[in-house]
């Protein structure tokens, strides 16, 4: 299915956010999700399914300042 992830046209089997998590190698404990704008806590994301069109953002901490 398409999604967008992260602003980019993306192409994923994945049926969940865990599991789009889990394929695409980010680490799952240290990032913050969000789909279609709303945040998604770690504890929801193996019951978000994905389905066409859905805008995905996978944020991984930055240090500096």
Do not use: H, W, Y
């Amino acid at each position: 299915m398409q999604i967008e992830l992260n602003g980019k046209p993306f192409e994923t089997d994945a049926a969940t956010l865990a599991d789009l998590i889990d394929v695409e190698g980010f680490e799952a404990p240290s990032v913050a999700t969000a789909v279609d704008g709303i945040f998604v806590p770690r504890a929801t994301r193996a019951s978000v399914s994905l389905t066409e069109g859905l805008r995905i953002e996978v944020l991984s901490p930055m240090q500096g300042g």
